[in-house]
């Protein structure tokens, strides 16, 4: 009996140490596009060290390691409870439906996420360097130093590519034990990005677009030309060349500023407008085009000028800052839509905002066009790979980039899609065979006609006949000259 309860307590010993070990085990991931940060896992314990910021943070189970050094501070995990001061960080917690966890927000009335209950989020104290969010277990910042030992830091600023910064959802991740989670979506987003990128780098005339901004602040007006990581990349990945001929030195001077853009096809901005209903003249006063519809300038005289808050809340807020970053592959291919309109044209844009017309159609974020229970920021659409794509449309088909997509997705074999680029290689072949067939189908019709009315006549004559020899009519009057012999 007592050998039998013995083995009973050890057995529960031994499966209550699993559940705490696979409680424990953490999953190790690569870091794929230097995004300044690194991930080191050991049996009990993960270290993420920030490298922009040279901070170091401690990811631990059950209890704090201890002689472990250089940790500028430590963290229980995975954390229950989380504060946000930086709108990225919304962004990735719904990518890895973990909306739940956000308990508190320095503003949760900015918050363009519809699927948070902002009732339920408290507001965070003000930043002051001070634990005083005590009740939370960690608080995603700009600023690594903003609630003590609290806050995690965040990027926030564009020095970083866009897929660079999308790779920081690994970096989240780990405070959740979800980096398996977050290792697979991004590699989903990083594969659909260079796909649409690859596609664009062949086109037969690319566009020159640019990413401008203008600011008064201190009363100085500045004009730029926007050239950091983000925007750039963004630019050369939908196949646009976007190097000045001349950057402006000095960012006050207006006319230097308009020649150094004057060769746009395309402008996209993030000027702070705030005159909503009227942005379009604002930014052209801004911006010191006082006659746009009857310059030189061809972004002007097309109107090709966008921005990304195309997509708000209610109350105004851009969506943008919130899951633009953390899915750049949507955010090329909204670029790509405008620039590349004949490629993949089911696409719906969902952040960018035309400024060139009277209307300022803006989306408002709503169950219409954002699903809570699967969402599309964590759903990934597969992409082409085209290697003949050159930006311009096949004329005898009018079929762009999109069909040959369609045609993958609808899930047809490799011979039906082999049948489908030999109809469109041979296009004008096809158009002569449909011409013959036709031909040929409409002789054989008048043939059958001729024989069918030959027929019918001899019918008709027979019946002519009979009639005349039982009533004695004279042929003459039914119209019949039958030959006949006798």
């Not at 490629?343 to 209307?359: A, D, V």
């Not at 980039?401 to 045609?407: C, L, S």
Request: hydrophobic share 35%.
């Amino acid at each position: 009996m007592r050998a039998n309860l013995f083995i009973a307590v050890a057995g529960a010993l031994f499966a209550t140490q699993g559940l705490v070990s696979a409680k424990c085990s953490f999953d190790k991931i690569s870091v794929d596009t230097n995004p300044g940060f690194q991930i080191i896992v050991n049996d009990d314990y993960k270290l993420l060290e920030d490298t922009i910021a040279n901070v170091k943070y401690g990811l631990y189970c059950d209890s704090q390691p201890s002689g472990v050094d250089g940790v500028d501070r430590w963290f229980k995990v995975p954390v229950e409870s989380v504060g946000i001061r930086i709108a990225i960080a919304s962004g990735f917690l719904e990518a890895l439906d973990l909306r739940t966890k956000i308990t508190a927000a320095e503003s949760p009335g900015n918050l363009t996420n519809i699927c948070l209950d902002t009732s339920k989020i408290s507001t965070l104290n003000d930043a002051s360097g001070n634990d005083e969010n005590s009740e939370i277990d960690v608080i995603f910042s700009a600023d690594a130093s903003s609630d003590a030992n609290k806050s995690v830091r965040l990027p926030s600023d564009d020095t970083l590519g866009p897929l660079q910064r999308a790779e920081w959802i690994k970096f989240v991740s780990s405070f959740f034990n979800q980096e398996k989670s977050a290792a697979s979506l991004f590699t989903s987003i990083s594969e659909s990005y260079n796909c649409h990128s690859k596609n664009m780098q062949n086109l037969k005339t690319p566009p020159h677009a640019y990413w401008v901004e203008y600011s008064d602040d201190s009363g100085k007006n500045s004009y730029n030309v926007v050239t950091t990581a983000y925007q750039k990349e963004l630019l050369a990945s939908a196949g646009a060349i976007n190097d000045t001929k001349e950057a402006p030195s000095d960012s006050s001077d207006q006319a230097k500023f308009q020649e150094a853009v004057k060769d746009a096809d395309y402008v996209f901005d993030q000027t702070q407008l705030t005159k909503f209903g009227q942005r379009a003249t604002e930014w052209y006063k801004d911006f010191g085009y006082k006659d746009p519809q009857n310059s030189d300038v061809n972004f002007l005289l097309q109107r090709q000028i966008w921005r990304t808050d195309g997509y708000t809340s209610k109350s105004g807020i851009s969506n943008f800052a919130e899951y633009g970053y953390v899915r750049p592959d949507l955010v090329l291919q909204d670029i790509i839509s405008v620039i590349v309109p004949v490629y993949n044209q089911s696409h719906s844009r969902r952040w960018l905002l035309w400024l060139g017309g009277t209307n300022e159609d803006t989306e408002l974020i709503s169950s219409d066009n954002y699903n809570c229970e699967s969402g599309w920021m964590s759903a990934v659409e597969k992409c082409v790979a085209l290697t003949d794509f050159d930006g311009t449309i096949d004329e005898d088909n009018g079929d762009s980039a999109n069909d040959d997509e369609d045609k993958d997705n609808d899930g047809k074999d490799a011979d039906e899609d082999d049948d489908s680029s030999k109809d469109k290689s041979s296009s004008s072949h096809g158009r002569a065979g449909k011409i013959a067939g036709g031909v040929v189908a409409g002789l054989a019709f008048i043939g059958l006609a001729v024989v069918a009315l030959h027929y019918y006549n001899r019918h008709r004559r027979i019946v002519r006949r009979r009639a005349l020899s039982e009533g004695g009519y004279g042929q003459e009057n039914i119209g019949l000259h039958t030959r006949y012999s006798g």
